[in-house]
T-cell receptor, first 111, second 114 residues
């Protein structure tokens, strides 16, 4: 399977601070998806990025796909307690590639 | 649509017993995935089906695990015999085509083998 690293593994932020998680691949990706899993819940699809340099926004969340299509990031502006959870990336390389989720970044919000 | 439906939500069983987990995918989705989640190993893909046919089962831990998809609306994951190290949350997910759209996950089955 492809090599992908998601960093950081954990992140504690004060409520209102920004948060960013990164997904880095050693090889070029065809597309990448992002998911959020609340504590005790199941992963929920957030977005898919396909194009080189693509930027998409969902309210306070900004998703980017690198120009080389090897890296992606999820940025949350002014975190809220509802943002608590684990954020996973799901990179796709080619049709025969094994589908492997990143290890995830667990976000804790300090009140 | 009710989403992906998994049953049971929780299962506690004794080592050596057979366990069967069930999944009903979203109607119209043609790909189905079984994942296992633990703190140590994260989300692991066990097996996935496309149009009811198993495509990749390389993630199935060993012969004790088996999965079937007899029709487009039902799949099972069976563990026989179960072992304590099988304790985890098992998720089923479905999607259209398997790549172009996001996966919709069920609520999961929390399995505890004692």
């Amino acid at each position: 399977g492809q090599q992908v690293m998601q960093i950081p593994q954990y992140q504690h932020v004060q409520e209102g601070e920004d948060f960013t998680t990164y997904c880095n691949s050693s090889t070029t990706l065809s597309n990448i998806q992002w998911y959020k899993q609340r504590p005790g819940g199941h992963p929920v699809f957030l977005i898919q990025l396909v194009k080189s340099g693509e930027v998409k926004k969902q309210k306070r969340l900004t998703f980017q796909f690198g120009e080389a299509k090897k890296n992606s990031s999820l940025h949350i502006t002014a975190t809220q307690t509802t943002d608590v959870g684990t954020y996973f990336c799901l990179p796709f390389r080619n049709r025969d590639d094994k589908i492997i989720f990143g290890k995830g970044t667990r976000l804790h919000i300090l009140p | 649509d009710a989403g992906v439906i998994q049953s049971p939500r929780h299962e506690v069983t004794e080592m050596g017993q057979e366990v069967t987990l069930r999944c009903k995918p979203i109607s119209g989705h043609n790909s189905l995935f079984w994942y296992r989640q633990t703190m140590m190993r994260g989300l692991e893909l066990l097996i996935y089906f496309n149009n009811n046919v198993p495509i990749d089962d390389s993630g199935m831990p060993e012969d004790r695990f088996s999965a079937k998809m007899p029709n487009a609306s039902f799949s099972t994951l069976k563990i026989q015999p179960s072992e304590p190290r099988d304790s985890a949350v098992y998720f089923c997910a479905s999607s259209l085509t398997g790549r172009s759209y996001g996966y919709t996950f069920g609520s999961g089955t929390r399995l505890t083998v004692v």
